[in-house]
């Protein structure tokens, strides 16, 4: 993959009749134009929730109860798409009526980088994130709540791990 190509794929990401990667806003129904200035930053936004999920499983001990947690979680994610959605998208150059034509899948995306080593590592990072959220939950002997959401926080990752393992063995029959 070349430098100035971007690696975004998955859900609302399509790319728009010049190749270029557009994000796709099913509430305004227009495509933003992610550039590669901006990937990080869209990245970032793009796994929010997720982001949102591991810091409560992380912090979920330092609240008092899981009422407060999930408050804490709540207004994370509030905030975080009020930002995303009135303050960032605005930034970004829009199409009005876009046509979700060419869809980017995350595997497509990692063998088109044709970086082997890379992958293998994300490989091995994913499984062992997925193995310490759960040993992370059980030591600090988690409710039913938060040891559900480190399984689930876990299997994602895992699920990660078995994307970026389909890729590799699709690169190695290249």
Known sequence: MKKKDINLAGTNIYLNR??????????DKKGYI??????????????????????????????KTFGNTLL???VAVVITEIYFRKV??????????F?????????EMIIKSEEKEKTIMKICAYIVLSVLIV???????????????????????????????VAISKMNGK
């Open 72 to 74: 804490v979680g709540a």
């Open 18 to 27: 010049a190749g270029k990667t557009v994000y796709y806003n099913v509430f």
């Open 88 to 97: 960032f998208l605005k930034k970004l150059k829009s199409i009005n009526d």
């Open 135 to 165: 040993i992370n939950a059980i030591q600090q002997n988690y409710n039913s709540a938060f040891m559900i959401l480190s399984i689930l926080a876990a299997v994602y990752a895992v699920y990660s791990a078995v994307i970026n393992g």
């Open 99 to 107: 046509k979700r034509e060419r869809k980017v899948s995350k595997i």
């Open 34 to 63: 992610v550039g590669h200035k901006i990937e990080q930053k869209f990245r970032l936004f793009y796994y929010r929730y997720f982001i949102v999920i591991a810091l409560l499983v992380l912090l979920g001990d330092y609240f």
